[in-house]
């Protein structure tokens, strides 16, 4: 009974792999197109440029201009510079009679 409904499972999955049509496979050329279809190429081309004419422009946008006060200074303004490098103080030197725990 697991056998057939293991083949009935593969055919119903194998089904629409065979319907589909001609796959193109690597290095084969295209098929040439009809008038109709470069008719209809032309008309999706001119449609997707009157489509991208009607998009406004957009203004520059600052995602994190929340999370910045509206008084900090632009950080192109501000020179790149390292902060010097702190040295730090030489410890104390402990008495030579003195033990340490």
Known sequence: MRTIIAAVLM????????????????????????EAQKAEDKRAERAYQRSLSNVPDQKQTDPWGIARPDNAPQAASRPHAKPAAKMAAPKPAAPAGTATK
Do not use: S
């Open 11 to 34: 055919a119903l999955i194998a089904g629409p792999v065979l319907a589909q049509d001609h796959i193109q496979q690597y290095r084969e050329e295209d098929k040439p197109k009809t």
